[in-house]
C-alpha cells in the first residue's frame, strides 16, 4: 500500500520537513555512499517494477520513483538549505568550511599480537606514553566481568593505578593526568577506541583482536521433535549425537520414579537395543535426506 501513498495523500513529507531551522546534521563519512546506492536501488526497483507491468499488463502500475522518494538534486537541495556537516577520518586543512578535531584512530596493537610479542606488556608501554602526551587514558570492556579481567591481566603486567568507573564523566576523573597517575576501566559499547586532543580511549578489539562471539545453540522443541518423528517409520536409520546410527524402531515409554517418560528406542548392530530421550537426535531416512 505504501507504494501507492501519493495517490491518498496531498503531500508526503521528507526527512528535512521535519528540521527547524536551529538543527544541526553531523553526517557519517559513509552516508554519500549509501545515499548513491539507495537511489540506485530505488530506479532498479522501478525499472523491473516497470518491466513486469509491460509483460502483464494490468497486473501492477507502478508509480514514478519521484513521486515517493527525494532525487539527487532534491536531497543535495535539502543538504544546501540546512546546518549539514560530514566526518571524515581523514585530516584537511583548516579552512571557512573545515574544522579539525584532531581526532584519530585509536592504537592497534596487531603488530604485537601477530609478532608474538606480549600484547599485555605493549598496552601498559603504551598506556604510559599517553599520559606523557598528557592525554587521559580510557580503557573500555564489553562487560563488567570483562573488565575486571582486563584490568587484573594489566596489573601482572606492571600497570599501577587502574581504577574501574561506572560513566564517562567518572572515567575522566579518574584518567585526569593533572590530578591522578590512574588508568580508568570503563564498560561502553564501542568495537574501536580513538585518540583526541586531550583523551585517548583503547578498546579490547583494539588490543586482543576481533571478538569472538559464539551464536547460541538454538533448542528444538519437544513438540517440534515429535512432529519430525512422525514422518518416521521403523526401520529408518537415526543418529545420536553421542551414540552414533541405528534404527529407529519406534516410540516406547519407559517409568522414571512415578512418571511415565517418552523414549525413542534404537537398535544398533548386533541386535543392540537402546531406548533414550529425545534429545541430540537426528533422523536420516532411506532417501538420504537428513533432518536436525
Same mark, same amino acid.
Given at each position: 500500500m505504501e507504494h501507492w501513498l501519493p495517490l491518498f495523500e496531498d503531500k508526503l513529507a521528507t526527512l528535512f520537513d521535519h528540521l527547524s531551522a536551529d538543527d544541526v546534521i553531523v553526517r557519517d563519512f559513509g552516508v554519500p555512499g549509501a545515499v548513491e546506492g539507495r537511489m540506485e536501488a530505488v530506479a532498479d526497483y522501478y525499472e523491473n &517494477? !516497470? &518491466? @513486469? /507491468? $509491460?509483460? !502483464?499488463?494490468? #497486473?501492477?502500475?507502478?508509480?514514478?520513483?519521484? +513521486?515517493?522518494? *527525494?532525487?539527487?538534486? /532534491?536531497?543535495?537541495?535539502? *543538504? /544546501? @538549505?540546512?546546518? @549539514?556537516?560530514? +566526518? +571524515?577520518?581523514?585530516?584537511?586543512?583548516? #579552512?571557512? +568550511?573545515?574544522?579539525?578535531?584532531?581526532?584519530?584512530?585509536? &592504537?592497534?596493537? $596487531?603488530? /604485537? &599480537?601477530s609478532g608474538g610479542a606480549n600484547v599485555y606488556e605493549a598496552v601498559v608501554k603504551h598506556l604510559g606514553a599517553l599520559r606523557k602526551q598528557g592525554k587521559k587514558p580510557v580503557l573500555a570492556s564489553y562487560s563488567v566481568g570483562a573488565r575486571e579481567r582486563l584490568g587484573n591481566l594489566l596489573k601482572d603486567h606492571g600497570l599501577n593505578g587502574a581504577k574501574a568507573a561506572d560513566s564517562w564523566h567518572e572515567a575522566l576523573g579518574i584518567a585526569d593526568t593533572s590530578k591522578s597517575a590512574g588508568v580508568a576501566l570503563v564498560v561502553l559499547p564501542l568495537d574501536h577506541g580513538f585518540t583526541a586532543p586531550d583523551v585517548a580511549v583503547l578498546t579490547e578489539q583494539d588490543m586482543l583482536g576481533d571478538r569472538l562471539v559464539r551464536r547460541a545453540k538454538r533448542k528444538k522443541s519437544a513438540d517440534a521433535f515429535l512432529a519430525e518423528l512422525a514422518t518416521l517409520t521403523p526401520g529408518d536409520l537415526v543418529v545420536h549425537a553421542d551414540h552414533g546410527i541405528g534404527k529407529y524402531l519406534g516410540l516406547t515409554s519407559i517409568p522414571v520414579g512415578q512418571s511415565p517418560h517418552d523414549c525413542v528406542a534404537v537398535e544398533y548392530a548386533g541386535g543392540d537395543k537402546l531406548a533414550r530421550a529425545w534429545t541430540g537426535w537426528a533422523a536420516r531416512r532411506g532417501s538420504g535426506a537428513s533432518r536436525r
Open positions: &517494477r !516497470q &518491466r @513486469a /507491468e $509491460a509483460a !502483464q499488463p494490468g #497486473s501492477y502500475r507502478p508509480l514514478a520513483a519521484k +513521486t515517493l522518494y *527525494l532525487d539527487a538534486k /532534491e536531497w543535495a537541495a535539502g *543538504l /544546501e @538549505a540546512c546546518h @549539514a556537516h560530514l +566526518t +571524515t577520518p581523514f585530516h584537511e586543512p583548516e #579552512s571557512a +568550511t573545515v574544522l579539525d578535531f584532531g581526532v584519530d584512530g585509536a &592504537r592497534d596493537f $596487531a603488530p /604485537e &599480537r
